[in-house]
């Protein structure tokens, strides 16, 4: 018996098998819980589908989490063929490259604005269409980043998406709780992954990282999905509205 058997978990964010998602994803299984995979369009049902299969999920939709007749067609296939879930997986980022470098003043405003729709509100759309086929005691888990609470140089825009990201995991909270639904984010230190290729700099924060955390070293996709795996199981069930570090420990660190 692993420590998600039985359970239901719909999984949000996949781009490769390097992705965040993709560790939470495989430990998921190991731990005996059943998979269905969402992937953003066309342009990666190539990398996702493979991925889909080798998890052996019994799920795997489109779903342009920008759209709102989009999402409620994933969920309407979703809720068909898949069922009731007992675990949302929010691992969905976005900002422009030009966003990401140089001075935040200099942020456009149509960037903001997609920013904050993809990073942010998706969490917003996704938790308000899976709480009609969510289970009692279900758990909705987001990924964050330490530059939502200080200055990252060249996080920027991300950093104000991912601050709304962890706000918006408080409000939800509060509002899915009424149904025995949690709601909690995971803080997760720098990995290096496809979205985080994009960020300015993001070898130096990585070494960085491991020279001045108290473990002195970086977290892994699996570390990551250990976590998860807390979260979404049972032992956790008191535990909503949160941001839960996974980062050595370098949050503490002061001058």
């Keep these: 018996m692993g420590l998600l058997t039985g359970k239901k978990a719909l999984i949000f964010g996949i781009a490769n098998n390097k992705s965040i998602a993709y560790g939470i994803a495989k430990k998921f299984k190991e731990e005996g819980a059943e998979l269905a995979i969402s992937y953003a369009g066309e342009k990666l ?16 939709v489109p779903c342009d989490v920008t759209c709102d007749e989009d999402i ?15 675990i949302l997986i929010h691992s969905i ?6 966003a990401l470098k140089g001075r935040y003043i200099d942020t456009a405003r149509d960037a903001f604005k997609l920013s904050m729709d993809i990073s942010a509100y998706s969490l917003v759309a996704l938790c308000k269409a899976a709480e009609p086929i969510m289970n009692e ?5 987001n990924m964050s980043y330490f530059g939502a609470e200080k200055v990252v140089t060249n996080y920027n825009l991300m950093g104000v998406a991912k601050a ?7 409000y939800l909270a509060c509002d899915l709780g009424e149904k025995k639904i949690r709601v909690n984010s995971i803080s997760a230190g720098p990995i290096k992954t496809l979205a985080a290729s994009g960020i300015g700099g993001f070898k130096n924060i990585l070494a960085h990282i491991e020279e001045r955390s108290p473990l002195h070293q970086n977290v892994t996709i699996e570390d990551v999905g250990d976590t998860a795996a ?17 980062d050595c420990g370098y949050n503490v660190i002061g001058i």
């Design 137 to 141: 005691w279900g758990s909705v888990i």
């Design 45 to 60: 049902e190539s990398r996702v589908v493979p991925i889909a299969e080798e998890l052996g999920a019994k799920l795997c």
């Design 93 to 98: 980022a976005y900002a422009p490259g030009e």
């Design 164 to 170: 709304a990201l962890e706000c918006s995991t408080r």
């Design 230 to 246: 807390f979260l979404a199981s049972d032992l956790s069930k008191m535990i909503t509205g949160e941001t839960l570090h996974v």
């Design 72 to 86: 409620k067609r994933a969920f309407g296939v979703i809720a068909g063929d898949f069922g009731n879930i007992d």
